[in-house]
């Protein structure tokens, strides 16, 4: 799958690189659908040697492909929120020179760079790389609640049924953009959805 | 002299009203007869006697109001409050820097008395007094920077300072232009500030921040900011956005001298002595159309920074769609005559409207 350029945008959005093997005591990747590519395009034998890979299908067949390059750990989990556990220990029992890589969607990447972020590795130092999905996790300002995986712009927050319209505003701490009613002055106003790029 | 605190409300049926002498010691925030971004610092030393820039925090007569004000937005949202862990001791410092400042430039209001690290702190006007051990977060009801924020008029953020950059780790956020401390905690200067339009492609932003990163202990700096309100609200929050946005719809020709509210802030920046934080108090200062045109200098003036303003801007501080009929309004206190320098109001001096 062909990588998306993200267009240019304001300085709070996120900006994903291409991942690159560092030299570290062990290797955490976390990746969701095709954020796999990203991993199989870079994996060499001595990195999956002391490589922990969380992954994330997501209806995608790229399973197979990574046990294949033998890392020390593999888990393949239903959802994010099934993976954190795992996640959370991995960075509690991690050592100085562990190298976290990230890859696929914005939200995956997003929430678990925050949890690297708390274990304490600065975001400077966690390399990202987009794949897949340009959908976005958003938060609303307006109820709080996070909706996943949003498509279009606007959309229906999926707590409280705002039509919010979807901002670049990124909070690292929330792994969320912002969501804002887009009916508020002119209630029932709700231009038609279009994909968020269009 | 001594304060009338007004009884009144920023919401619901409005009964906020600026008095003549609160109308005076507005802070018009336009030097000249238009307005674009600049880094407009200045030392914040004392000002001109009774002006909003005289004392390091003012009082005025909305003193009261705007903390019951606040401490119903806090009781409605108590994300509006918030303080990463790291961030205590800038709380402290924060404390210190108000309670010494009030006390000090409003003796007849507040009283600080401190025997080593046991203080007494009596606040007049809301009836407080209270002792306490400094630093020791047990002794006070709640954490020492809302403790004292509930008790000063203004947003407050409070900035750590580190990696060459200022920080949004704590903050008091309640009477804000539409922006969401609940979102933006956490984030870097430039990332809170990155939905302003213009202002980063004018370099306005890694000035600023270098004029900040530089600021001294004992030598605080000041600049005006403004938007634009319907109604004398204060918690134009993006929180609450789905319930107000739809006020900006009730201008009529009719209404809108005393329902446009010109918003300025009061921007103040201290160096914290222990945290080496900055604390960026933000101070809302709204007044009415109508009043503003009390002061000939102010209506002829007005009326051609909101006719010239750029789209972009109009749009960002959400006025786009109202500007046409505050042209309308406007254009009627506006002779054409020259305007003299300063935001003073210069009402001695500048001439009474020619009809």
Redesign the interface.
Known sequence: MSKFTFPES????PVYGTLAPRDGSAHLLVADAHGAEAILDMATPEMMAKAHIIYIPKGEAFEEDLRALNPASFYSGPSYGAAEPRLRKALQDAKMGLQVYLAGTEGLMGQAQNEAMAAGIPHTAIQTEHRGSVARRM?C??C?GITEDVETDPFVCSHCG?NLFV???Y????AAY?G??VD????GNVPAPKGIYE | MSIQFNDETFRDDYSFYNSERAIKRFPFPFHEDSYMYSVNMEQHRGGPADSVYEKRFDVDEHYVAEMRDRAMVLADDP?RCQSLPHMTLAGWDLLELIMVSKSEDYPDLFELHRDGNNWRWINKPLGIDDSFVFLDETTLPYGPMEYITRQAQGDFCVLDQRDDNLWMDAGMVTTQADW?L??????NF??????VPLA?EKGIFVRALKFLLNIQQGAPARRLNWTMTVNPLLDTS?????KW??Q??TLTPENIGAKQHLRVELQTFFRLPRSNALVFPIRCYLCSFQDIMTVPKWGRRLHRVVRDLPVELATYKGFI?NRPMMLDYLKNFDDGLETSAGIWPDLDTEPPLQT
């Open positions: 304001i300085k709070s959005r938060q300002v307006h709080k705002l901002r670049d505003h909070s690292r701490r929330l912002q804002v009613r508020a002055e002119d209630p | 994300l969401s609940d979102f933006d905690i956490g984030m430039f990332e809170w500030h990155a939905p980063h993006p929180e609450n956005y789905h946005g739809i900006k719809t769609d």
